[in-house]
């Protein structure tokens, strides 16, 4: 039986945020130690940022130490996880050219996360004033490319948000078609979800659906412990919660949904003093204790806010000092994904190898030149 092999990645884009950590960092790492993988990539995928911002890379140049930065300090160990760059296994861009020959424009167009995508790039317009109108067809073959992503490194497992579902579907549909036209070269991948639904997708610090750069409500995990306080003040709780004395709702609460996001046993112990006030005092054992309380009133949102902030910075802050110290050594990052490049390069080599064999194009390996040549002399020998 062959050992497990995870990939996963993100496009560099931007710093990650917490839905980041609470969505797929903090479970890699946990997979990580779990032994349970004989192989484990984690690939920053610029080339796939660059469908959508062809005209910045120097944005994407820029975020890929970010990302980097975020992954080591996270607690991503490049001893036991191999880190790197998309763009520099060009056995990527090879298979995907191959891949987009078992694959429909229609069926593309079918995919729920391309359609939702183009919608809010507004890539759907095709009348617009600039020439950002209509969908570069590199954006367009973006799942392809990741089916070439995962296939590559034969992964077994991928472990990434709920938003990237129809993408390992549509990866599935392209190694079964490969393989049922070429013969069983690739492995057919299984997604893996966060386990918790509130970390699903963690809303942003406003309340909205998601945390976006672009709506300014991220907690990012370089964010000081200050910026988190005040972010955390700021935060989207139940508007109808007006005196400290009213019943509250939890549910669409966000202070709430990030505490189910991020508390672990022992919190209320640790930091139960979030709870002692001048006019009121509580003693929670559990978070069910905590919302009763604030669903039958008395407890106020900003007990809630300091007792979610101290969680917070709890567990940012190891976070935060592994990322000052790496800020402090460049060299060894750029080293880091230099090294697991160079050891991605091998596999996708060896995984191209394969598929070129399986789709009979390995015209100058020794033994099929040989053959090739003496099949071809035979056919005009005879003629
Ligand atoms: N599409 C993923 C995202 O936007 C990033 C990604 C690219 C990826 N290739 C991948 C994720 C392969 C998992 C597997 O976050």
């Not at 975020?70 to 891949?99: A, N």
């Not at 990741?146 to 549909?173: H, K, L, N, S, Y």
């Not at 949102?301 to 990322?323: G, H, Q, S, Y």
């Amino acid at each position: 039986m062959m050992g497990k092999i995870i990939l996963t990645g993100d496009r560099p884009t931007g710093r990650l945020h917490i839905g980041h950590y609470v969505g797929s960092l903090r479970r890699r790492v946990e997979l990580q130690e779990s032994g349970a993988f004989e192989k484990i990539f984690i690939m920053i995928a610029d080339a796939q940022a660059l469908t959508d911002n062809a005209d910045n890379p120097e944005k994407v140049r820029q975020n890929i130490l970010e990302v980097a930065l975020d992954y080591l300090s996270c607690g991503l160990d490049p001893k036991k996880s191999t880190i790197f760059i998309q763009s520099q296994i060009s056995e990527l861009t090879e298979l995907t050219f191959y891949y987009m020959n078992l694959v429909t424009v229609q069926r593309v167009q079918r995919n729920p996360t391309v359609k939702a995508e183009m919608l809010l790039r507004g890539f759907n317009d095709t009348e617009g004033a600039d020439n950002k109108a209509g969908t570069p067809v590199g954006f367009f073959c973006y799942p392809i490319s990741q089916a070439a992503d995962i296939t590559a490194f034969r992964a077994t497992t991928v472990p990434v948000g709920e938003d990237q579902e129809p993408m390992i579907e549509q990866t599935r549909e392209i190694v079964r078609k490969f393989n049922a036209t070429y013969g069983p070269v690739l492995v057919e991948p299984d997604i893996l979800l966060p386990e918790n639904s509130a970390c699903l997708r963690l809303p942003g610090t406003d309340g909205k659906a998601k945390m976006s750069k672009s709506l300014g409500n991220c907690i990012y995990l370089s964010d000081s412990a200050e910026e988190v306080a005040a972010k955390v003040k700021g935060m989207y709780t139940d508007p109808g919660h007006l005196q400290v004395s009213d019943p509250g709702k939890v549910e669409g609460n966000t202070v709430f949904t990030y505490l189910d996001a991020f508390c672990r046993p022992g919190d209320f112990e640790r930091f139960g003093d979030c709870f002692k006030g001048r006019k009121s005092s509580f003693e929670f054992h559990d978070l069910d204790e905590m919302k009763a309380q604030y669903r039958a009133g008395g407890l106020g949102d900003v007990m809630c806010k300091n007792f979610l902030t101290a969680i917070l910075n709890d567990t940012l802050e190891p976070i935060r000092v592994r990322r000052k110290a790496l800020e402090q050594d460049i060299p060894y990052v750029y080293e880091v994904l230099r090294e697991g490049s160079d050891k991605a390069r091998e596999l996708a080599a060896d995984t191209l190898a394969d598929v070129r064999r399986a789709m009979k194009i390995n015209y100058f390996d020794p033994e099929i030149l040989d053959e090739l040549v003496r099949e071809q002399s035979e056919k005009y020998a005879n003629a």
